[in-house]
């Protein structure tokens, strides 16, 4: 991101307008991650983690969870709403604060290399990828398959407007975009799309959304 963007979102943190955080543990993290199936003991990379109540989740089911957040505040408030005592030390350009199964580095995730996250076996991907400007997603993804392995599978939700009166069946297509973005390293599968009105923060109005989860595979290296 721009260092505007970086700017905004600690000034989010700052005035403690995060209304984008979700107070519970994600549904369909909950619902569709066992079919992912990543083996217990699995090391999962959360991007632009928040304090994402969902790798608590990740932990307790004996998941190691490495997650980058550029908010320093977001991530004292984690650990302390969470009621854990963290370690926290310098790691290059990052603070690193760790509890048990939880490690949290803190910075900017444009910045971090493939040595300071360590070995990654699953990224889960809790809506970072649309809460991005359109004009930056090309570079997240981009950053995304030079700081983890091929072999790493995505768990990708995203929340997404929906045009009033469109079909489900309509949904079922991955969306260009992402496709668009993905298909060159990754097999994308559209697994769940669950559509439903809700109320504009800013206008009021009812509006209809749709909350997808993608399931991304790594592909085989060409011949």
């Not at 304090?51 to 490495?66: N, P």
């Not at 298909?183 to 994308?188: C, H, L, S, V």
Request: net charge neutral; with cysteine.
């Amino acid at each position: 991101m721009t260092d505007r963007d970086n700017q905004l979102w600690l000034r989010l943190w700052r005035e403690r307008r995060t209304d984008f955080h979700q107070r519970g543990v994600n549904r369909l993290l909950s619902r569709f991650w066992p079919a992912f199936a990543p083996a217990t003991g699995s090391r999962v990379f959360v991007p632009l983690c928040g304090k994402s109540l969902d790798m608590l989740w990740l932990a307790e089911r004996g998941h190691d969870v490495i997650g980058v957040e550029l908010s320093p505040l977001a991530v004292a408030a984690f650990f302390r709403e969470n009621h854990l005592q963290p370690s926290k030390h310098r790691q290059g350009r990052f603070t690193l604060w760790r509890h048990g199964r939880i490690a949290i580095l803190c910075g900017d995730y444009f910045a971090l290399a493939a040595a300071d996250l360590g070995p990654v076996d699953s990224v889960y991907d809790r809506a970072a990828l649309t809460a991005l400007p359109p004009t930056v997603r090309a570079r997240y993804v981009a950053q995304l398959r030079r700081i983890v392995p091929d072999s790493a599978g995505v768990f990708l939700l995203t929340l997404e407007d929906a045009e009033e009166g469109a079909s489900l069946q309509q949904a079922q297509g991955v969306d260009g975009e992402l496709a668009a973005l993905y298909r060159a390293d990754f097999e994308i599968a559209l697994t769940h799309v669950h559509s439903l009105f809700e109320t504009d923060p800013q206008s009021g109005a009812p509006c209809r959304v749709e909350y997808k989860l993608y399931q991304l595979s790594g592909k085989a290296p060409a011949d």
